[in-house]
T-cell receptor, first 109, second 115 residues
Framework: GQQLNQSPQSMFIQEGEDVSMNCTSS?????WLWYKQEPGEGPVLLIA?????ELTSNGRLTAQFGITRKDSFLNISASIPSDVGIYFC?????????FGTGTRLQVFP | DAGITQSPRHKVTETGTPVTLRCHQT?????MYWYRQDPGHGLRLIHY???????DKGEVSDGYSVSRSKTEDFLLTLESATSSQTSVYFC??????????????FGAGSRLTVL
């Protein structure tokens, strides 16, 4: 089936640092989403992108819908301990939402 | 969370036994989805429903069946559980009626262990 390549797989950073992660695919998507998941919980939507080239922010988080419609990027500025979790990208086309394998983020004080 | 409840939250069972997981929504959405989450695979779609008695397969549907007799309930059944079905199962519904099926809200998950 379709796959999204998400990188990096994991990140260990110090509090205050900026974080960048991305998601790429061989397929075109009409919507890109970024979710965060904390232990024992379901994924929670952070940002939704609907148009190629779109840049959207949610507090310290900024995500972009790639021009080619085959990729998306998420940046977190000035990380804090509560940013810890697994971040998933997801792309939508036709009638299915396809998920990346996740980026595990650890933030050290 | 956003009107979606999964039960049970945790279950341990033995190989060969039947298992049913329940997803209940209070949002009156047509669409409901079942995903499984495994390390290294992200979330993968098992089955989805687009209305009462209307269901379709996802990418990993083998070994699973679903039923939707009421708008609010979507059941996932493992007729004869296997160890490879040990996983965390998530139910999802569209975030809002206007967002369609492309932005999903997830339940808290059901952790299933098959011994």
């Amino acid at each position: 089936g379709q796959q999204l390549n998400q990188s990096p797989q994991s990140m260990f950073i110090q509090e205050g640092e900026d974080v960048s992660m991305n998601c790429t695919s061989s397929s075109i998507f009409n919507t890109w989403l970024w979710y965060k998941q904390e232990p024992g919980e379901g994924p929670v939507l952070l940002i939704a992108l609907y148009k190629a080239g779109e840049l959207t922010s949610n507090g310290r988080l900024t995500a972009q819908f790639g021009i080619t419609r085959k990729d998306s990027f998420l940046n977190i500025s000035a990380s804090i301990p509560s940013d810890v979790g697994i971040y998933f990208c997801a792309g939508y086309n036709t009638d299915k939402l396809i998920f990346g394998t996740g980026t595990r983020l650890q933030v050290f004080p | 969370d956003a009107g979606i409840t999964q039960s049970p939250r945790h279950k341990v069972t033995e190989t060969g036994t039947p298992v049913t997981l329940r997803c209940h929504q209070t949002e009156n959405h047509r669409y409901m989805y079942w995903y499984r989450q495994d390390p290294g695979h992200g979330l993968r779609l098992i089955h989805y429903s687009y209305g009462v008695k209307d269901t379709d397969k996802g990418e990993v549907s083998d070994g699973y069946s679903v039923s939707r007799s009421k708008t609010e309930d979507f059941l996932l059944t493992l007729e004869s559980a296997t160890s490879s079905q040990t996983s965390v199962y998530f139910c999802a519904i569209p975030r809002a009626p206007s967002s369609g099926a492309n932005v999903l809200t997830f339940g808290a998950g059901s952790r299933l262990t098959v011994l």
